[in-house]
């Protein structure tokens, strides 16, 4: 998987996490979910920004969590250092600049492939193993259903459905897509690809029927 370039920061701007993001866990409704965070100094205040991972209601397509703080023990450091007598910009607070100066892309890109490859790896464990061979309907659901899954986190994912199988080409994978959308089960493409109402059932039951088979494996 290639690296996602990073774009540059704005003056006044530095990234706290430069060898990549960290690895933290968020809470909601009693469920844990992984959730990366990327930190910098803006001006003088701590700005952390967030993506939470494999959300139970979907996926997030951009970083959606942030913090912005005034971290006195870093002032306090920095105000050591520099013996500073004037007002510093930290104590205008958020102002319309500092927003503007927020280096989103540059976080969004700093967290996009390690976003990619744990978001990946919780589509693998839900939507394997995948048939061997697909000739039925429900070869057809299950495959189109981990084709739907993989999209909205994955820019290859014909490629990673190839790599979780015997079958390795490419090619192959984007024909049996092309014949479960033919037999209706599949429609739409990229993000907007969903599995055609009339089968749904059959891919919520798929999908349990995976769920219940793990869960079994794991309490033997």
């Not at 006195?72 to 500073?84: I, K, N, P, R, V």
Request: charged share 25%; with cysteine.
């Amino acid at each position: 998987m290639e690296t996602t370039p990073l774009p540059p920061l704005p003056p006044g701007v530095e990234c706290r996490t430069p060898n990549g993001p960290r690895l933290d866990e968020y809470e909601d409704g009693g469920e844990t979910f992984p959730m990366l965070t990327a930190e910098y100094r803006v001006h003088g205040l701590t700005v952390q920004i967030s993506w939470v991972i494999g959300h139970v209601m979907g996926s997030f397509r951009e970083p959606n969590k942030m913090t912005i703080d005034f971290d006195s023990f870093d002032y306090a450091q920095e105000l050591e250092e520099t013996g500073e007598n004037e007002k510093p910009e930290v104590f205008d607070g958020i102002t319309t600049s500092l927003l503007r100066s927020i280096p989103m892309a540059h976080a969004r890109a700093l967290m996009r492939d390690q976003y990619e490859q744990i978001a990946v790896a919780g589509v693998r464990s839900e939507v394997t193993p995948l048939p061997s061979r697909v000739e039925k309907d429900e070869d057809y659901v299950h495959i189109a259903q981990a084709y739907v899954s993989l999209v909205q986190v994955s820019v290859e994912p014909i490629k990673r459905l190839a790599e979780w199988t015997k079958e390795k080409s490419p090619d192959t994978w984007s024909a049996r897509l092309r014949r479960a959308r033919a037999r209706g089960v599949l429609v739409g493409k990229g993000r907007q690809a969903r599995i055609a109402p009339a089968y749904q059932a059959t891919a919520n039951e798929i999908l349990a029927g995976l769920r219940a088979q793990k869960e079994g494996s794991h309490g033997s």
